[in-house]
């Protein structure tokens, strides 16, 4: 690309935010129209496919193809997503505690998003806590520090813990999706079928007494329903982990309440509810 000595470099930049642009994932810049014009010039290249051989008389029957293991390296980005998802059930169901899991998500290429995120966004707070709370998707400042929930909808979820005695000391927080979509873009459905099983297994794992899902995203998601958070929030439901059912309820995001503080007042009253869930869980197993 050819730039002008008067370009306005404000604009470019303004141009490249306003289009979600707004990290640098490499020291150089890269020319895709470059890329593009080498790769039709190397297609032109190549020699004329041979032409079809017309169908041969009584060939003996070809030995069928060995079957192969499915591919664990960068390929896999390239892969239909019901592969990748497929092989990302596999990975998280080898992992037997968080960090094996954290391990095996921070070698996982199945996800495109990886590609474009600055660094994997596991978890923050206490895996022993009796609550887990899970997001949609990172953003920016959470990919900056690969911790989730540290931007301004962080800073309302712990005033939102605080209101029931919490902090990230008694509470266990992650996302559904734990690499940033570029320009915090709408992780596509591809890309959450294929995040789904880590989170789930991290849930498992964790072992919480109450699961609260974060927005609609993150309640639809794990808790398999297409219902809108409006109509999802606020009842508890069960969350079932595979080896055993968690209590779990949704309520509105924190990036939702900033935008629409009205929503607080039904947020309070959710909070209250997993307050109530958890003395009751405490009061269960002390008696
Ligand atoms: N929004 C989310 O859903 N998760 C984060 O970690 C930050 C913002």
Redesign the pocket.
Known sequence: MTVTLDTDWADVLAFHAEAGVDVAIGEAAIDRFAESAAEAARARSQPAPPAAKPPAAAQPPRPAAPSLPAPVGPALVNQAPDAAAMAAREAAREARSLEALRAIMEGFEGCALKKTASRL?FADGNPQAQVMFV?????R??DEQG?????R??RLLDLMLAAIGLDRTRAY?A??IPWRPPGNRTPTPQETAICLPFIRRQIELANPEVLVC??G??AQALLGTLEGITRLRGRFMDFDTGTRTVRAIATF???YLLRTPAGKRLAWRDMLAVEAALAERAAGASS
Do not use: D, K, T
Request: charged share 10%; hydrophobic share 35%; no cysteine.
């Open positions: 966004v997001g949609e998707a990172p953003g400042e959470e911790l989730p929930f540290v931007g909808s962080g927080i996302n559904v974060l927005g995203p993150s995001h924190p990036a």
